[in-house]
């Protein structure tokens, strides 16, 4: 099983700010990465796929990199809309599908 | 619009089984693969179960096999999760998803059911 290391795993930051969330397999997941968005109460939300392809709804603010074992959700100037937690999740060698352990961003 | 709403959930004490339902609506159904991931208040999000959009192969977390069953009515554009010897780890929000760009990178989710196992 691949396991999904995310980190930090709460990021305060500043409306305004660059935030910077990390996330690394314990194996080669290619570029089969996905990250999601999940606010209080509802359901998660596809933000980036194939490790940096944004999905659709989602500004140019986010931009995720990365290839291999370590990957990078970047959000450039955060907004207030931006405040929740991020999982990335890895479907290069499944079962399992796997997820990170999430990244709380609040505000700081 | 696209839209997945999950149905099902409740309080179940340890031991018992559950059925989960999920009702698929403003997509083609029967072309995609179908997924149940679940979230236990206040943790991450954990797969489930996998089936192929033809119903031909399933795959289970280890969690989970030999507990629960995941199937599909195309028919209905419905997916289910029937849930037996259930336990108290097993308390979750249950979330059906699909991808439908990526089959396995989920881009529709349900609103979640929540199933608590309790005495």
């Known amino acids: 099983e691949i396991v999904m290391t995310q980190s930090p795993a709460t990021l305060s930051v500043s409306p305004g700010e660059r935030a910077t969330l990390s996330c690394r397999a314990s194996q080669s997941v290619n570029s089969n990465l996905a990250w999601y968005q999940q606010k209080p109460g509802q359901a998660p939300r596809l933000l980036i796929y194939?490790?940096?392809t944004r999905a659709t709804g989602f500004p140019a603010r986010f931009s995720g990199s990365g290839s291999g074992t370590e990957f990078t959700l970047t959000i450039s100037s955060l907004q207030s809309e931006d405040f929740a937690v991020y999982y990335c999740q890895q479907y290069n060698d499944w079962p399992p599908l796997t997820f990170g352990g999430g990244t709380k961003v609040e505000i700081k | 619009e696209v839209q997945l709403v999950e149905s099902g959930g409740g309080l179940v004490k340890p031991g018992g089984s559950l059925r989960l339902s999920c009702a698929a609506s403003?997509?083609?159904?029967?072309?995609?693969?179908m997924n149940w991931v679940r979230q236990a208040p206040g943790k991450g999000l954990e797969w489930v179960s996998s089936?192929?959009?033809?119903?031909?192969?399933?795959d289970y977390a280890d969690s989970v096999k030999g507990r629960f069953t995941i199937s599909r009515d195309n028919a209905k554009n419905s997916l289910y999760l029937q849930m037996h010897s259930l336990r108290a780890e097993d308390t979750a929000v249950y979330y059906c998803a699909s991808g439908l760009i990526v089959s396995v990178a989920l881009d529709i989710w349900g609103q979640g059911t929540m199933v608590t196992v309790s005495s």
């Open positions: 194939g490790a940096s």
């Open positions: 403003g997509f083609t159904f029967n072309i995609y693969k």
């Open positions: 089936i192929t959009n033809s119903g031909s192969y399933i």
